[in-house]
């Protein structure tokens, strides 16, 4: 079949090349505008190769799946022109329309082209039923979903042991249209190889459905009595965007089929027997096999198994030729007296090598009969454990139980992902889909690991490194980041990335408002505070800068701020008083008008005097007019220096105020 479709292939693309090779109309009509970009091209060439050689593959990803089914149900119903027209959902090509017939082409051809066993997922969300079933009855499984994303279609492959069951019918459930959505949905079941794959897509909505409800419920009849798996082997979840659903989890389940009650439980002797010890050669424990011999309550020589010493401990194993599931046993002793039957434990060995203790107690009966409801397991030996201080010789014994599975069988392990490495130990789960009940070609389920972390803060402590510097007018600095990757895991390992990050902002530069003008000379001027900031070496900077400038030149100068609106104009004091005076002669009256050129001698009556050398004095002057001062002069009399020194001059303002405008010494 491989060999013929390679041909077909050849032929086919010899035959379109031709054609292109002849004419733009007769390419045109052979390979049609595939696409419907009003073009006929590669694209087109590409679209029909694919079409011919598997048909319903609207991605090209050389398989049928869930992707395709779903491309399809998103343009379920549309035209060219219509905002979900998808060209290659055309698979039919028989009208420019998503119909009927391109969901009928993916389904013909869906399929799972990979055979290979496949791996279990993690268990937790997509959960098949658990059932005990009788041998002969039908039973069901479904298969449910706790989604908090939406999904748009799904596909899932269920494994199940085909030795005890049979697949009957698979139907689709309710999820995906639960909302009352149309659904298209393909099937198909492998009773030989124990596989059932179904796939289910929404169609003629855009959008996807979230929530609980249940995907599929499987139909199954129970052939043969035993204990199987069922297992979901993949679940592909792909929402309304055609993206696969992430973190998907399952959980698995498992098939107990038991044999009717109608049927007779079958007994069998011991074939085989073995002990580590044994009394002596006429009593060893090939002498425990087959029948009892009626010797019940005498010694009987080379009949029987004893223990090396009544008063230690001792086991016999027995083997019998088939395996059963076990609902009875007898053990036949033999002695002389009650305490010669005694034991401490019985054991079911099952056929996987684990044991299961079924009586344990005091018996001084010659037989020791133990009944117990029909075990789900397959066992084919039994362990019987004698007490210290008794005998416990062993003559006989028989295994009662229904038949089981005889057949050959081939073990099928399937295994999940190694778990979180804990204390340098990770583990998985194995399952024999065969469920064989036997463990010689079971893969490991521990190893040894090293974590090297389980969490980012394991790896390092976030923080600032290397040195700070400047970007623009901003303080920068290295953050570094710790992240401990596949964390808990074999595969853990830690890395840290530093990104540059804006550690201060250091603002912008800025001046503050224009403080009150002032004079300054003879013209009025103003200042204010200018902030000049930025970054340098790392570090933010703010720079006090003082910005003045002229406002006004005046013409008569300045008073106050403000411009004079004249020149000024001089005048002598017209008045004056003084608290005292030297005397008649030098009084505070003789102050006032022009100086009359008495500097450097003493002139009287011409000028004010204080009443003594050593006391403190004062003497107001008023002038004929209020004016907005600008300067004054003080004419003094006297022969030396000594005799001009004041200690400051005061100008009163209207509101009777004082401002010092000179302090010092003249």
Known sequence: MKKTGGALALALLSCVIML???????????????????????????????????????????????????????????????????????VANTVDRIDV????????????QDESPPVLDPPVNVTPGYAGVILGDGFSINITIDSPVTVYAFDVVLLFNSTIMNAVSITEGNFLKKDGASTFSTNSTNNT?????????????????????????????????????????????????????????????????????NQSPQSQWASAASS??????????????????????????????????????????????????????????????????????????????????????TNRNCVLGVTFAAKSYLARKVRVTTKPGYWGCVDAVRLTGYEGNQTACNESWVCSNWGTCIGNQQTRTCIDMNNCSTQN????????????????SECG??????????SGNDVFQNWRTY???????????????????????????????????????????????????????????????????????????????????????????????????????WKAAFAVGVNDGSCNSWKSPSAWCKKALSSNSAIELGFADSVYATALEIHFTGVSAGDFNIDRVELQKPDGSWEVVWQGTN
Request: hydrophobic share 30%.
């Open 461 to 470: 402590t976030d923080g600032w490194v290397g040195n700070a510097s400047c």
């Open 483 to 585: 992240t401990c990757n596949n964390p808990g895991t074999a595969n853990a390992s830690c890395s840290n990335t530093d990104t540059p990050t804006l550690k201060q902002d250091c603002g912008s530069s800025y001046c503050e408002g224009w403080q009150a003008n002032y004079c300054k000379g003879n013209d009025v001027y103003r200042k204010r505070n200018c902030y000049n900031k930025g970054c340098s070496n790392g570090a933010c900077f703010s720079d006090l800068t003082i910005e003045e400038e002229k406002v006004s030149s005046c013409q008569y100068g300045c008073n106050n701020g403000v411009c004079a609106s004249q020149s000024p104009q001089s005048q002598w004091a017209s008045a004056a008083a003084a608290a005292n005076y030297y005397n008649d002669a």
């Open 276 to 361: 580590a010890e044994y009394y002596n050669d006429n009593w060893k424990a090939a002498f425990a096999t087959g029948a009892n011999d009626g010797s019940c309550n005498s010694w009987k020589a080379n009949s029987a198994w004893c223990k090396k010493t009544a008063s230690g401990n001792g086991s016999i194993e027995l083997t019998f030729s088939s395996s059963v599931y076990a609902s009875g046993l007898e053990i036949y002793f033999n002695g002389a007296s009650q305490a010669d039957f005694d034991a401490a434990r019985v054991e079911l060995v099952k056929d996987d090598g684990s044991s299961d203790t079924v009586w344990q107690g």
């Open 193 to 261: 190889k124990g596989r059932v794959n179904l796939a289910v897509t929404r169609i003629g909505t855009q959008n996807g459905i979230s929530g609980t409800g249940n995907l599929a419920t499987i139909t199954f009849n129970a052939t043969k009595a035993g204990t199987g798996s069922i297992g979901l082997a993949g679940v592909t979840l792909v929402n309304e965007l055609l993206q696969t659903v992430a973190g998907v989890t399952t959980n698995n389940g498992t098939v107990v089929v038991s044999s009717p009650a």
């Open 441 to 456: 070609s079971k893969p490991a389920t521990n190893q040894s690991c090293n974590v090297t972390c389980t969490k980012n």
């Open 20 to 90: 292109l090779s002849v004419s733009a109309s007769a390419s045109a009509a052979a390979l049609q505008d595939m696409n419907h970009d009003g073009k006929v091209g590669v694209t087109d060439l590409a679209m029909l190769m694919n079409r011919n050689l598997l048909k319903g593959d609207t991605n090209n990803d050389a398989r049928v799946d869930i992707f395709d089914l779903a491309a399809v149900g998103l343009a379920y119903g549309s035209e060219p022109g219509d905002p979900n027209w998808n060209p290659n959902a055309d």
């Open 101 to 112: 017939f391109d969901l009928a082409t993916v389904g013909k051809n869906f399929g799972v």
